[in-house]
């Protein structure tokens, strides 16, 4: 099928008014792009592609592509606010250096404070949680973990759309500041509930799942994926897999 650069104006339904930096990712190739200061944007898309459309505050939207929506016209797309709109999560963090002697007069007592060391990317967790009780029969009917690895298997565009997602510098930027979950339920076939049954499992403690950038949790379930993936096969051990909060 052809490519055709998709292009249009996001705007507040009520006032009309352009919404600046709004989120449009196209789902099927997962090509992700933000709109401009006066609420353009373009994309590339096919037929039958969906676009989805997020802003801060505002209910979401997904597009199916037709032809008709390809004929040349630019689209204008109205996006309605919430009814209890979601304040954008700003997490502190401690700055640490890497000198043992000055960063332990730094680190907070609190447990569940995610700490920062200068140079690396990554984000580490202080404490360690408990993993879940998996013995009731209830709990025994679905484990999150062992459904990922089955629908992984099936689906396996599921898992390189996860990865594309993490790779690609303008999706990582625009996921490092959404908290909604959206597109992860779309490429997951999960529900909020059960993404967070999924990382519970993985390990990671209550506080990241509430406060994690979808982007911090893309990472989290390819990294748990993977290392479930290596327990399954028999090259690694349980014990063995690298506990992810220190």
Avoid: W
């Avoid at 199916?64 to 963090?93: M, P, R």
């Avoid at 730094?106 to 995610?114: G, M």
């Avoid at 999150?144 to 759309?161: A, E, H, N, R, T």
């Amino acid at each position: 099928m052809k490519i055709v650069q998709l292009k249009g104006q996001i705007v507040g339904a009520e006032d009309q008014k352009p919404l600046s930096a709004a989120h449009v990712i196209n789902l099927n190739s997962v090509v992700g792009t933000i709109t401009n200061d006066r609420g353009f944007f373009e994309i590339p898309t096919q037929v039958n592609d969906t676009i989805m459309v997020s802003y801060l505050g505002f209910q979401s939207i997904k597009l199916k592509i037709t032809n008709d929506l390809l004929k040349g016209n630019e689209l204008v797309i109205a996006l309605y606010e919430k009814a209890n709109e979601i304040k954008e999560v700003v997490i502190q963090s401690t700055k640490l250096i890497g000198v043992l002697e000055v960063d332990i007069k730094q680190v907070p007592k609190d447990r569940n404070t995610r700490i920062h060391i200068n140079g690396l990317p990554q984000a580490y967790e202080l404490g360690k949680a408990g993993g879940q009780n998996l013995n009731t029969p209830l709990k025994a009917l679905f484990q999150p973990i062992d459904f990922l690895y089955s629908m992984f298997g099936k689906k396996p565009k599921q898992l390189k759309k996860l990865q594309k997602l993490k790779k690609e510098d303008d999706l990582r930027k625009m996921l490092n500041g959404k908290f909604d979950r959206e597109i992860m339920m779309e490429y997951l076939d999960m529900d909020k509930q059960e993404l967070s049954k999924l990382l519970a499992d993985c390990n990671y403690s209550e506080y990241f799942i509430a406060k994690a950038s979808d982007l911090q949790m893309i990472e989290a379930i390819l990294d748990c994926y993977e290392n479930y993936k290596a327990l399954k096969k028999g090259k690694i051990e349980r014990n063995s897999i690298p506990d992810k909060k220190n």
